[in-house]
């Protein structure tokens, strides 16, 4: 979902019980260090100009990175979807089982 308004999702999100992770290139626990709920919501911010609201005017977000090697700071927001999504399937057994 994308939204112009931050403060009424995360009241939103917040009274449904969901625990809110926001992603950071920096100052974020490892992703793969993180315990993903099934009511687990993702925030990445613009690719270039980061968060449209002040992530320390909600102190109950969780900041989280994807770790990575080399010089590399960033990700396209895209890939780091991805990722982020591929490691809550994991995390929460919703792959497809192997035949």
Known sequence: MFVD??????ETLTAEGYKIFVFTPHGGRPLHEVNLPKKSA?????EEFG???DVEEYTDLHPV???QVGRVESLNVSIAASIALYEYTRQNNLLAPKK
């Open 51 to 53: 968060f449209s609201f």
């Open 65 to 67: 990175c994807i770790q």
């Open 42 to 46: 993702f925030v990445f911010g613009h």
């Open 5 to 10: 308004n931050f403060a009424a999702t995360h």
